[in-house]
């Protein structure tokens, strides 16, 4: 399938990557500690946090670019900041469309991450404390081995949901070639222009043989945490 691309099409399915690849990376930990917060805590607004963070859901993607353009427009509280202390700006480049990607499938990783940590069975870590096992121990050996099939879940489906990402990235940072133009902004492209079906067949293709590899590398990933789990 590879082959059969032109340069300049093996080029977007490279800039799919690292836009998908960067955004989970930069994503995961947020992700995590706001699941962590969600399963183990228990506080007033807990409800209301929870659905904040799954606002991208349920909103027009549109609608996220569109917040995400006006906090990181020049003006904005954070493009502002960028703009002052680094003269940098996120807008019509490469790393605003990871930044869109990573919002839109920050809900997704939530929620994999969280169920894996609320799958842990608390009696396990109660059982390690009584045996003197710090909690930070306890977190390392038991509580993440356990969590793993959630996390790595939650990674599958950022990913995907990331490469799959188009409206907030046209929205927030345009459709750029070769910056900010990913899979899903190409097809689009494509299917604007006459004779452009055979490209959108192939970026297609390329598409969902990603989500289907990434899906596969996931499942065999999780078996394998599974069975490494340790107790202490």
Known sequence: MISLLSPEEWGIVRLTLLVGGVACAGTLPVAFALAWVLAR??????VLLDAIVHLPL??????????????????GPIGGWLQTWFGASV?????????????????????????????VDPRLEQAARTLGASRARVTRTITLPLAMPGVLAALVLGFARSIGEFGATITFVANVPGETQTLPLAIYAALQRPGGEATVWRLAAVSVALSLAALVASEALARRSGRGVRVL
């Open 41 to 46: 805590w228990r506080f007033p607004g807990r």
């Open 58 to 75: 349920v909103v027009p993607p549109v609608v996220t670019g569109w917040v995400l353009l006006l906090a990181f427009a020049p003006a």
């Open 91 to 119: 807008l019509f480049r490469w790393t605003g469309a990871a930044i869109a990607a990573g919002v839109m499938a920050l809900p997704l990783m939530v929620r994999g991450i969280r169920l894996g940590l609320e799958g």
